[in-house]
């Protein structure tokens, strides 16, 4: 089954910087990743469709501006929080599947924004 | 407007029980229905996925019902340890997309 290994696991960075989290599928060449945010005690809230060699699809209420998702090759895809605030503390995990398939997730980043 | 909705209060059981957690969902026709499990700061891990035209998934102590006529999966762990002790979530798939839903999920501790 594919591994997906999620990049850094948790980062505290100050109000007004910025924030890039790597997501890699190690054995699986992934067309498209997804990207979810949870805040806790809630659901797996999904933040965009990454898609190789396009652009990400975001979710309604997500700022595209604020959340660059970059997606280069078919291993790697990159989350960055831009001007992050407090509000954008929370747990951002992505994950790779296809349709019909079970997913699979990354360990997970805690961002943590003071 | 569509909801996935799963017990919010934690589910108590002892060592050797069976836990049985809810699943219901409301204006959605799902193709699939999947259970995965996540500890506290980890990403889900996929346990289950069953499809719309079956009835009941099993492997090894975990058993999965589903029925699309009262829209509701049931997720069962029998012979329960303290291991299984996590937050379990349900998710659904619609037809023709990969992007999976999720419920809030129900935290099961299971007690020595």
């Known amino acids: 089954g594919a591994v997906v290994s999620q990049h850094p696991s948790w980062v505290i960075c100050k109000s007004g910087t910025s924030v890039k989290i790597e997501c890699r599928s190690l054995?699986?060449?992934?067309?498209?990743m997804f990207w979810y945010r949870q805040f806790p005690k809630q659901s797996l809230m999904l933040m965009a469709t990454?898609?190789?060699?396009?652009?990400?699809?975001?979710e309604q209420g997500v700022e595209k501006d604020k959340f660059l998702i970059n997606h280069a090759s078919l291993t790697l895809s990159t989350l960055t929080v831009t001007s992050a605030h407090p509000e954008d503390s929370s747990f951002y995990i992505c994950?790779?599947?296809?349709?019909?398939?079970?997913?699979?997730f990354g360990q997970g980043t805690r961002l943590t924004v003071v | 407007s569509q909801k996935i909705e799963q017990n919010s209060e934690a589910l108590n059981i002892q060592e050797g029980k069976t836990a049985t957690l809810t699943c219901n969902y409301t204006?959605?026709?799902?193709?699939?229905l999947q259970w995965y499990r996540q500890d506290p700061g980890r990403g889900p891990v996929f346990l289950l996925l069953?499809?719309?035209?079956?009835k009941e998934k099993r492997k090894e102590r975990l058993k999965v019902t589903f029925d699309t006529t009262l829209k509701q999966s049931l997720f069962h762990i029998t012979a329960s340890q303290p291991a299984d002790s996590a937050t379990y979530l349900c998710a659904l798939e619609v037809s023709g997309y990969s992007t999976l839903t999720f419920g809030k999920g129900t935290m099961l501790l299971v007690s020595p």
């Open positions: 994950s790779i599947t296809r349709q019909g398939e079970k997913a699979f």
């Open positions: 069953i499809r719309e035209n079956e």
């Open positions: 990454s898609n190789e060699g396009s652009k990400a699809t975001y």
């Open positions: 204006n959605y026709s799902p193709a699939y």
């Open positions: 054995d699986f060449q992934a067309t498209t």
